[in-house]
């Protein structure tokens, strides 16, 4: 009984000083988040929190200037370099959930390329000048892909689970 009892407070301890979640998360404060860097590798666009909320940054690695991109009470993330290194395509829960955004680097100006009902996350701006996003809008997480006008939304599905 001694051995149980011993492997209980072990496992007990591991848990509540490894971090566990439901014991009191010991994980460090989200600051810095998901860095993109921009095609020509002079700009790192990057998610922090500021007043409670995601907003997106960017970095100008030769100067260590910092930009605040946006700016709202709302979340925004996951930023992505257009190949032209104009834009950032970046989701954002501006719309009451997650919706896939593109910010023009020049004027500050956001705006929606898809208004689901239903989460679209993770975007990829793809070499073919497509925005590639994950959706739950068929009931299940799969690709999608749109164009930087919004236009031309395109289920691409996902793999099947059998792959090798």
Request: net charge negative; charged share 20%.
């Amino acid at each position: 009984m001694g051995t149980l009892r011993t492997l209980v407070v072990v496992v007990f301890l591991a848990l509540t000083l490894g971090g566990c979640s439901f014991l009191g998360s010991k994980e460090p404060e989200l600051m810095n988040w998901e860095p993109a860097l921009s095609p020509d590798g002079s700009t790192l666009a990057y998610e922090s929190v500021v007043d409670g909320h995601l907003d997106l940054f960017a970095k100008t690695l030769s100067s260590g200037e910092v930009v605040r991109l946006t700016e709202n009470d709302d979340e925004d993330w996951s930023p992505a370099w257009s190949p032209d290194g104009q834009y950032l395509a970046f989701a954002t829960s501006r719309n009451g959930n997650a919706d896939v955004f593109i910010l023009h680097m020049a004027t500050r100006e956001a705006r929606a390329l898809t208004a689901d009902p239903h989460d679209d996350i993770n975007p990829h701006w793809g070499s073919d000048g497509l925005i590639y996003f994950n959706s739950n809008r068929s009931g299940a997480w799969e690709i999608y892909a749109v164009s930087p006008d919004g236009t031309g939304l395109t289920h691409l599905g996902s793999p099947p689970l059998d792959t090798p």
